[in-house]
């Protein structure tokens, strides 16, 4: 069993940063695809980021095109955890953010792809 647990959530000024961490345990994560998704009450959740493994090339970084510009996803396989940086907060940028995991290579933004997931972490942006 994978366990992701998402951390770095908070409440930031639009214009700001923030960077989330995803540490996992369980399981390595160096030949796995991750994403990150975000989902606000009442919505589907949604496709931010992934950090595709496609053997190929190692690794792809794929990004929605909400975020696409300003966010960075990147991993740290040593520590077994995977990052989003996000810059120029904005306030439709508020929702809670979800790690997950996928079990096959070249994953990008399918929910239904990842197998994993973790409990979430909450950005709240104000004005």
């Known amino acids: 069993q994978v366990r992701l647990v998402e951390s770095g959530g908070g409440s930031v000024q639009a214009g700001g940063s923030l960077m989330l961490s995803c540490a996992a345990s369980?399981?390595?994560?160096?030949?796995?695809?991750l994403g990150w998704f975000r989902q606000v009450p009442g919505e589907q959740r949604k496709f931010v980021a992934s950090?595709?493994?496609?053997?190929?090339?190692?690794?792809?970084?794929y990004y929605a095109d909400s975020v696409k510009g300003r966010s960075t996803i990147s991993r740290d396989n040593a520590k077994n955890t995977v990052f989003l940086q996000i810059n120029n907060l904005k306030l439709e940028d508020t929702a809670v953010y979800y790690c997950a995991l996928a079990f096959k290579p070249d994953t990008r933004s399918k929910i239904d792809d990842y197998g994993s997931w973790g409990q979430g972490t909450q950005v709240t942006v104000s004005s």
């Open positions: 369980g399981r390595t994560i160096s030949t796995y695809s």
């Open positions: 950090h595709a493994w496609n053997r190929a090339t190692t690794y792809t970084a």
